[in-house]
């Protein structure tokens, strides 16, 4: 019944409706009543709660210098949020959830890309309504390449995650390609209900209802740990995916809640 419910969602619709309010002027009266209910700290955040002209820009909210301190070592958290799954990449696939995996090829979409990441590590972290919903880089790297993939907004939260197997090769998503001096990883922004867009500094804005098409681009944008990549427009899922080369071993497990810049894995060899 919840998987019928989810699937028959207006979610298209709802996410264009609550996109547009939530920019709107009138949006930033629900600003004290979104701080109380979600718990956030608004200290943390680069500007007073009522400096923000919308709902939307509150969401998409930096925060103050040094609240997030960037660890010297290891691979990084690009975002605030909820460890969902951690491990190792197997026979191309994926664990969603208990018992439910799928496949990097399907959430790449590219097979041959897929492939060099066999073996490697992943994470999933998921962003709630109260966290920070900006993206940073997790290593040192140069930003080689972006894809954006299309598909349907079904909810990310637990629910939907435990609900909609393949899940996230059925979302819409964005793939920023790095190359590392060890290896390559591939950041996947998901997209989901009411995220309406995904925004990254190098573009295109991705306008989740109306691309159509599969879209990809060249770049040479060198990166250090810890710059900001990109943000949500609302909340939603990050997974990070590490080719084997970097010889990484995770610190964090999954169920943890980890803070952008924390460490999450290091080169077992050298660190």
């Known amino acids: 019944m919840r998987k019928f419910a989810l699937q028959v969602l207006p979610k298209r619709a709802l996410t264009a409706v609550v996109g547009w309010f939530s920019g709107t002027s009138v949006s930033r009266m629900l600003i004290p009543w979104y701080s109380r209910h979600y718990h956030i700290r608004i200290e943390d955040a680069e500007h007073p709660a009522n400096a923000y002209r919308s709902l939307r820009d509150f969401f998409t909210r930096r925060l103050r210098s040094n609240v997030r301190p960037i660890e010297p070592l290891g691979l990084l958290a690009p975002v605030d949020g909820l460890v969902s799954e951690v491990g190792y990449i197997s026979a191309g696939s994926l664990l969603q959830a208990k018992g439910v995996t799928y496949t990097l090829s399907a959430l790449l979409a590219d097979p041959t890309e897929a492939a060099g990441f066999e073996g490697g590590l ?95 681009g060249i770049l040479d944008l060198q990166m250090q740990r810890g710059d900001e990549l990109g943000w949500f427009e609302m909340g939603s899922t990050v997974i990070v995916v590490v080719s084997p080369s970097l010889s990484l071993q995770p610190v964090i497990q999954r169920g943890e809640s980890v803070f952008m810049g924390q460490t999450v894995a290091i080169r077992a060899e050298t660190e």
Do not use: C
């Open 122 to 216: 992943y994470f999933t972290f998921y962003l709630s309504p109260r966290d920070y919903h900006r993206i940073h880089m997790p290593l040192d790297g140069t930003v080689t390449s972006w894809r954006y993939i299309p598909g349907t907004l079904y909810p990310v939260n637990p629910l939907g995650v435990r609900s909609i197997p393949g899940l996230f090769t059925k979302n819409e998503r964005l793939v920023s390609n790095v190359d590392t001096d060890h290896g390559a990883v591939a950041i996947v922004k998901v997209g989901a209900t009411v995220v309406g867009r995904i925004r990254t500094v190098y573009g295109p804005p991705v306008r989740a209802p109306r691309r159509r098409g599969v879209q990809q």
